[in-house]
């Protein structure tokens, strides 16, 4: 019973999980999903509290079925008002838009992921999103579901913050990054947070899930400018320039997997074809000299 009652709970305030353990005031790690599955069972300080902040007796949160009584029927209007606070939290939100629009140079907000996944020890996973779960993220990236279903690990080296991995489609970022590549990204709270000439992964409305080097323009022109970095095949993959409201997700590429080394950078073969063909060069005159 305890399980339902906290899904219904949230799903009450109209929350994700994330929100909901920050409605509480609780830290990202706790295994909120666990608890709704039914897989771990919560402390009593944790029960206490959600008891405290709905209002609702122990003995009701533990044993009654809230979803078939009308136990939260007073708290209507502040389920109204979270909805309504909601609706000016997201991402893509008019706050967001208006902090970047006056021009604040250090303006953020507390979204994090709609949806994040945690082991059993609490640690927060990192999410896999292959090419083929594109389009599927796009409709899903909010949906603990959804989420659910992509493979999730734990990457070494990687500290506070809010990762996801994406694999890479395509080569409008070669040399950088080849086809098939993996990005590891970590959760951009802000557009102020977006930093010139670096790679992000953006996930867009209208251009769906991209991998490109950014341009911060939100302060001056209200856009964030995508570049590739294929400047051998510049017409091919066209400059995208998108508006704050086709932006739902941003991540910052903190390092990336790959199944084939790099080659030398262009300079370095150039160098090491010189010397080939000098060493050719010294064994024709060797032979050639009496």
């Avoid at 209007?77 to 606070?85: P, Q, V």
């Avoid at 709270?189 to 010139?196: I, L, M, N, Q, T």
């Avoid at 060493?279 to 032979?287: G, I, R, Y």
Wanted: net charge negative; charged share 25%.
């Amino acid at each position: 019973m305890i399980a339902e009652n906290l899904k219904f709970l949230r799903k009450f305030k109209n929350l994700t999980q994330g929100e909901m353990l920050e409605f509480i005031g609780l830290k990202a790690n706790t295994l909120w999903s666990d608890y709704e599955r039914g897989k771990s069972t919560p402390q009593l300080e944790f029960l206490l509290l959600i008891s405290d902040k709905f209002k609702i007796s122990l003995d009701d949160l533990t044993k009654t079925d809230l979803a078939n009584t009308n136990i939260l029927q007073n708290d209507e209007d502040s389920k109204k008002a979270d909805n309504t606070n909601k609706n000016t939290n997201n991402y893509t939100n008019n706050s967001l838009l208006k902090g970047v629009k006056e021009g604040s140079e250090q303006y953020s907000n507390s979204m994090m992921p709609k949806v994040v996944t945690m082991d059993t020890q609490g640690n927060e996973n990192v999410v896999f999103v292959p090419v083929k779960a594109r389009a599927g993220y796009l409709n899903g990236y909010g949906d603990e579901e959804f989420i659910s279903t992509l493979p999730a690990y734990r990457l070494p080296g990687l500290g506070n913050g809010t990762f996801r991995l994406f694999e890479v489609g395509g080569l409008s970022m070669h040399p950088t990054l080849n086809d098939k590549d993996m990005v590891i990204g970590s959760f951009v709270e802000s557009f102020a947070a977006v930093r010139d000439d670096r790679v992000y992964v953006v996930v867009t409305k209208s251009e769906g899930i991209v991998v490109k080097r950014c341009l911060n323009r939100f302060q001056t022109d209200d856009k964030l400018i995508l570049k590739s970095d294929n400047y051998k095949h510049r017409d091919d993959y066209p400059t995208i320039v998108c508006n704050p409201e086709d932006i739902l997700e941003i991540w910052y590429v903190t390092g990336f997997m790959s199944r084939q080394l790099r080659p030398p950078a262009e300079m370095y073969t150039r160098l090491i074809d010189l010397e080939a063909r000098l060493t050719l060069t010294e064994e024709k005159l060797k032979k050639q000299l009496p």
